[in-house]
């Protein structure tokens, strides 16, 4: 057991601290750890969805939505996850799993708006079952996250779609989101974190999709991973079907101040690379609760976004 909660006084990288400067911000510490309090190791355990990224050395971020009965996430120690759930053989995340790759998992439950992250390094995978150890450990505020119950089903996932170009289905799944997950690379290993806003708020036109950068813990995690390596994966679930959608390419960020009612700035992806898994979730969530801050933000101007 920990004697101590002691965290670093300034554990940001090259990349996030030039992210906080251009956007105006001044750090000097967070609560980031190099281990899990008690409290996150609790949550995890408790979890029966898990946001999940790794990285691949061709394709660069894959991200998946891992999922299993409440305690298929556990902590042996407070440096360790054992997650007794893999993805499908024919998930791109599958593929890219190894010893020694860098992998990052959001612990996140809807329902009560509540969401901490743990990054580190695969160090086994044994049959069924993938062994991270922890290198990093924070919390997240419950900003811009809807509120949905869940429900385990019974289901037969289909086969991964990989997309040579976004179709009808693929674009009304972006179109009608409120929420996404964003895979990035940090310079200690990986990242995912969480976006939400109304239904609306990503645009997409033609194979560039935008997105506003709406206020959060002022760490700027993600924005500082990408001043370094601009790829990234933004994966999509829709919560009435179990569909998965994983798009990936590069971000480009733009720091002016933002036309778009709550942000700060927008950023954009080129999408290079597409693919889809119908009914890949063997859970169901029920009908969303915008939080508070998602409320106070707005959507872009109506378009067409099947001939943009």
């Avoid at 037969?156 to 040579?164: C, G, K, N, S």
């Amino acid at each position: 057991m920990r004697t101590s909660d002691q965290t670093q006084s300034n554990p940001f990288h090259e990349g996030e601290r030039a992210a906080q400067l251009l956007a105006g911000v001044v750090r000097q510490g967070a609560p980031i750890r190099p281990y899990m309090p008690a409290q996150h190791r609790e949550f995890f355990a408790g979890l029966s969805y898990l946001p999940a990224a790794v990285l691949d050395a061709q394709a660069g971020p894959v991200a998946t939505l891992l999922s299993g009965a409440p305690g298929f996430v556990a902590s042996p120690d407070d440096t360790t996850l054992s997650i007794a759930a893999n993805a499908a053989d024919d998930d791109p995340f599958a593929a890219a799993l190894r010893p020694g790759a860098a992998m990052a998992v959001l612990g996140i439950d809807l329902a009560t708006r509540r969401r901490n992250r743990a990054n580190g390094r695969i160090i086994a995978l044994p049959a069924g079952e993938i062994v991270l150890k922890v290198a990093e450990s924070f919390g997240n505020c419950p900003q811009y996250i809807q509120a949905r119950p869940v429900a385990p089903i019974v289901r037969d996932a289909a086969a991964v779609e990989h997309l040579p170009a976004l179709d009808a289905a693929a674009r009304a799944q972006i179109g009608a989101a409120d929420t996404f997950f964003i895979a990035t690379v940090a310079p200690r290993g990986m990242d995912i974190s969480h976006r939400g806003g109304r239904p609306g708020f990503v645009r997409l036109e033609g194979a560039r999709l935008s997105v506003p950068d709406f206020a959060g813990n002022r760490y700027f995690n993600t924005l500082g991973n990408l001043l370094l390596d601009p790829r990234a994966a933004l994966l999509f679930v829709d919560f009435a079907s179990g569909d998965l959608l994983h798009v990936s390419g590069r971000v480009e960020i733009d720091w002016a101040p933002a036309a778009f009612e709550g942000a700060e700035r927008v950023w954009h992806l080129d999408i290079a690379a597409a693919w889809r898994r119908r009914t890949a979730v063997p859970l169901r969530w029920g009908a969303a609760q915008p939080a508070p801050t998602t409320l106070q933000t707005g959507v872009w101007p109506a378009y067409d976004s099947h001939t943009a």
